[in-house]
């Protein structure tokens, strides 16, 4: 035994002492995982007031354009809301509701673009639906006092019926009042009881669920109640939905379960996401992951209160007046001919599309013709908001807005799927070797230490031996790493992987 000791120390020595192997030039692309390229938003597709105003909000925000307008897109959708509905054929509506989901690193400015929508708009809007909340409560508060005041006498006298033997008189055949609730426009709580109690009497027209990190909701769905994630299957399709209570007899009856949503993750969170078998819940998600900005300090600011006049205007549309035995309803908003022939095409063509594709993108392209449709009402909506004189609503979708909402999903919404389901789909081993030469170009390490990867960086994904040295040997590959130094009886937890020197070289 102590022969083959001695005969490996001096093979490790042999090894040290060699002269090592010139550097090669490290490849770079792990660094993306070889994802597909962001595709630019296309601001023309917002019109001639919110296309400017989305840039200008960007700049001021030193984010991508996407960070601006896509929870825009969301919370337009959710204020038109079950006011309008778009019917692109007999026997097809689609309520306006959008969910989206933007992607980015930390510091890549996804909560200051979404902060010009949901920070310094959206506030407004919400204060303004609750105008006259005030004199409903207390209007409210009065007839509940009046009708305690009946019962009371009522009791009163059934008890003195009774001592006299006399029938007691009848109860007063009026309902108990009805505690008004303050409506809601924004809603963190997304606890399945509190957003149908919302749907069903604050919000009729719909909320917009704004998470800073989705990945709380969406990886949570089931915690607190097993029929989670069905609830938030089936609130994507403004359909009828009545929840059963454990503490209470009386279910809450939701006539529209609809409602909007807007967050933010980063990259590392997209591969939990979809760990679930496919249901179509994330194919309901249109995605935004545009490539970083170098930081510029924005000297312009967007014009606030313009915007907030415009969204306004959306606010104010309502459902259709009950009619006698019904609850409102949403007005539905038919095509034109040549939008209807042009959403028909656009709806061909993703079915070819879909016969060829495989997994998500599969279940995304099937969405595609309902996003369309939606997209083209909130970007009719969105035209018609715009500063420019009072019109009434459009009773109509024009081909102009099909065909930008045909483009936006097309060369846009489309190609960012592709994006985020790559990436997501990517194998384990690459994502935490990309996770690990992040850290390296970050920090400009020159070696990579296991066992302080596992105890000071804690890197997600990289929290066992195993797993860094299995990222290490996809590096070494790549020529970022080379092997640690042979020579010693080092545990593998504690080795050192030496870096490249070339990723700091003025040309890289």
Known sequence: MSAEIDAAVAAGVADASAAPEPWGKPDKSILDLGRRAAPDFPLGTLGDFWGPWVSDAAEAA????????????????????????????????????????????????????????????????????????????????????????????????????????????????????????????????????????????????????????????????????????????????????????????????????????????????LAEFFKEPDDGLMARFLWGWPEPLAFRMGMKAPRAGDAIEALDRLRLLELTPDVPGSRAAPMMVPLTPAARDMIEAFAQEMQLRQADAVGLMRSALGKARGHAARLALVLTLLGWCAPEGCREPPLAIEEASVFAACTLMRDYFLPMAERVYGDAACPVAERNAATLARWIKKTRATGVHVRSIQRIARLPGLREAAAIHAAAALLVEADWLRPPPRGGFQRRATENYPVNPFLWSADE
């Open 62 to 269: 030193a984010a991508p354009p996407d960070y601006v307008a896509l929870p825009l897109l969301a919370a337009v959708s959710a204020l038109i809301g079950n006011a309008r509905w778009v019917k692109p054929g007999p026997g097809w509506e689609e309520p306006p509701h959008l969910w989206i989901a933007v992607v980015g690193d930390s510091g890549s400015s996804k909560s200051p673009g979404a902060d010009r929508i949901l920070r310094d708009l959206l506030p407004e809007i919400e204060g303004r639906m609750c105008g006259d909340f005030p004199a409903k409560l207390a209007e409210f508060r009065s007839a509940a006092q009046i009708h305690k005041v009946k019962k009371e006498n009522w009791e009163t006298a059934v008890r003195a019926a009774i001592k006299a033997g006399e029938p007691p008189p009848p109860l007063p055949g009026e309902f108990r009042p009805i505690e008004p609730q303050k409506p809601r426009l924004i809603q963190s709580d997304v606890t399945v009881e509190k957003v149908a109690m919302l749907l069903a009497s604050a919000a009729p027209k719909g909320v917009l669920i704004c998470r800073d990190e989705l990945a709380g909701w969406l990886l949570g769905m089931t915690i607190y109640n097993q029929s989670g994630r069905q609830f938030w299957l089936e609130s994507y399709g403004g359909r009828p939905y009545r929840v059963e209570r454990q503490k209470h007899p009386e279910p809450i009856e939701v006539p529209r379960l609809a409602v909007a949503v807007t967050g933010g993750t980063q990259p590392e969170r």
